[in-house]
């Protein structure tokens, strides 16, 4: 079963970094692991993924650990248009091609002024 | 510029009368998804599709079908709609690992 664990919410001041943990421990070892974020009143939106490696772009970066149980979405410096749900996301396997995307309640990123 | 265009956006209908929410994208992606999202459950997979003819069923697949005759068209049908089917439905496309666009969303009322 392809489950993620998120905080609910968290909070940051504008350009401070954020670090928002997810917990997938149940994770096979072929599964890439998936972040997303939804803006208000948006479809989601990619923001980075990894496999093993930390991974850079130009929005975020990806720490994942070294087990594979875990990972950290980096934002190195909040803006007001962060705020968002962010979804640490993996595939489902059980279904017939592994093709399923299990999305979870995700983190709500609240950025103050 | 790479889009994924649902239509329509918005849809109020009455239980029963069968619906059609289209779904195409401009990318070339093989793999092809409908989600819907209700408040405190997130977004969740209810069919996917690997390339054309090709489907097989998310997380909440009852109540709802899919076709993939064409590669940019992912149409999710609901042949007997109910109030339960009242969501936000986004449509998504990919290729491989990479990543995944959605649309802007239907948001769809069942009374």
């Known amino acids: 079963d392809a489950k993620t664990t998120q905080p609910n919410s968290m909070e940051s001041n504008e350009e401070e970094p954020v670090h928002l943990p997810c917990n997938h421990s149940?994770?096979?070892?072929?599964?890439?692991i998936h972040w997303y974020r939804q803006l208000p009143s948006q479809g989601p939106e990619y923001v980075i993924h990894?496999?093993?490696s930390n991974v850079n772009n130009r929005m975020a970066s990806l720490a994942i650990a070294e087990d594979r149980k875990s990972s950290t979405l980096i934002l190195h410096r909040a803006t007001l248009r962060d705020a968002a749900v962010y979804y640490c996301?993996?595939?489902?396997?059980?279904?017939?091609?592994?093709?399923?995307?299990?999305f979870g309640p995700g983190t709500r990123l609240s950025v103050l002024p | 510029e790479a889009q994924v265009t649902q239509n329509p956006r918005y849809l109020i209908t009455v239980t029963g009368k069968k619906l059609t929410v289209t779904c195409s994208q401009n990318?070339?992606?093989?793999?092809m998804s409908w989600y819907r999202q209700d408040p405190g459950l997130g977004l969740r997979q209810i069919y996917y599709?690997?390339?054309?003819?090709?489907?097989d069923k998310g997380d909440v697949p009852e109540g709802y079908k899919v076709s993939r005759k064409e590669k940019r068209n992912f149409p999710l049908i609901l042949e007997s709609p109910s109030p339960n089917q009242t969501s936000l439905y986004f449509c998504?496309?990919?290729?491989?690992?990479?990543?995944?666009?959605f649309g802007a969303g239907t948001r769809l009322s069942v009374l």
């Open positions: 998504a496309s990919r290729r491989g690992e990479g990543i995944q666009y």
């Open positions: 149940t994770i096979s070892g072929t599964d890439y």
């Open positions: 990894g496999l093993t």
């Open positions: 996301i993996l595939r489902d396997r059980r279904d017939n091609y592994g093709q399923n995307f299990v």
């Open positions: 990318m070339n992606h093989e793999y």
């Open positions: 599709s690997m390339n054309v003819e090709v489907t």
